[in-house]
Nanobody, 121 residues
Framework: QVQLVESGGGLVQPGGSLRLSCAASGTFFRINDMGWYRQAPGKERELVAR???????KYADSMKGRFTISRDSAKNTVALQMNSLKPEDTAVYYC???????????????WGQGTQVTVSS
């Protein structure tokens, strides 16, 4: 069974920083893109940042310059460094991976269980 396990959420004051980490475990052939999404109460899940196997990144406009995504493909991990956090960043953050379980099969989307990030004074 393949799963994504997140860590690093919590409570932080406005202007503070947090680092989220996510590790993929289990048996699979290859991981393609990895990333982070978030969902605030009453809102739809939205992209935070994604990163390809070659290190190309994509950020939501509101996160550019504040958040940095990185990955270690050898360890099947992805991290999100969040700086200058704002109250509107409060949400459950989900790790994401697009992976191929076996060669010559379709890609599968995998989600972590989510980690709460609360930005409040």
């Amino acid at each position: 069974q393949v799963q994504l396990v997140e860590s690093g959420g919590g409570l932080v004051q406005p202007g503070g920083s947090l680092r989220l980490s996510c590790a993929a475990s289990g048996t699979f052939f290859r991981i393609n893109d990895m990333g982070w999404y978030r969902q605030a109460p009453g809102k739809e899940r939205e992209l935070v940042a994604r990163i390809t196997t070659t290190g190309n990144t994509k950020y939501a406009d509101s996160m550019k310059g504040r958040f940095t995504i990185s990955r270690d493909s050898a360890k099947n991990t992805v991290a999100l460094q969040m700086n200058s956090l704002k109250p509107e960043d409060t949400a459950v953050y989900y790790c994401y991976a697009e992976l191929k379980r076996l060669p010559y099969t379709d890609n599968t989307e995998l989600w972590g269980q989510g980690t709460q990030v609360t930005v409040s004074s």
